[in-house]
Nanobody, 125 residues
Framework: VQLQAFGGGLVQAGGSLRLSCAAS????????MGWFRQAPGKEREFVAA????????SYADSVKGRFTISRDYSKDALNLQMNSLKVEDTAVYYC???????????????????WGQGTQVTVSS
């Protein structure tokens, strides 16, 4: 499974961005996908996750009500719509995938086997 994330950029606080993560390879084996982010000097943290063949979602408290994770079935892609962006949302955003669903939608980076390259999101004040 290969993942490629894109859609990052520079936006003012209060603005919106839409990230996408294209999956290729053995995508039929994917059972969950998620977005994580890493700000400078901080650990990579969970943002949102989605069951690839279902509709279950999970969000970090910090993004609930502002971010929406979804799947684009026509493109085999995972989207993250980010609204009402805040300066503290600035980070490199990574998409991740895994072939397991036995433990639901975990928030730990160790529970996701496949990772895409990051895409930078910068929110200015």
């Amino acid at each position: 499974v290969q993942l490629q994330a894109f859609g990052g950029g520079l936006v003012q606080a209060g603005g919106s961005l839409r990230l996408s993560c294209a999956a290729s390879g053995r995508t039929l084996s994917i059972l969950r996908m998620g977005w994580f982010r890493q700000a400078p000097g901080k650990e990579r943290e969970f943002v949102a996750a989605f069951t690839w063949h279902g509709t279950s979602t999970s969000y970090a408290d910090s993004v609930k009500g502002r971010f929406t994770i979804s799947r684009d079935y026509s493109k085999d892609a995972l989207n993250l719509q980010m609204n009402s962006l805040k300066v503290e949302d600035t980070a490199v955003y990574y998409c991740a995938a895994d072939k397991s669903l036995s433990d639901g939608l975990p928030t730990s980076t160790t529970r996701y086997k496949y990772w895409g390259q990051g895409t930078q999101v910068t929110v200015s004040s």
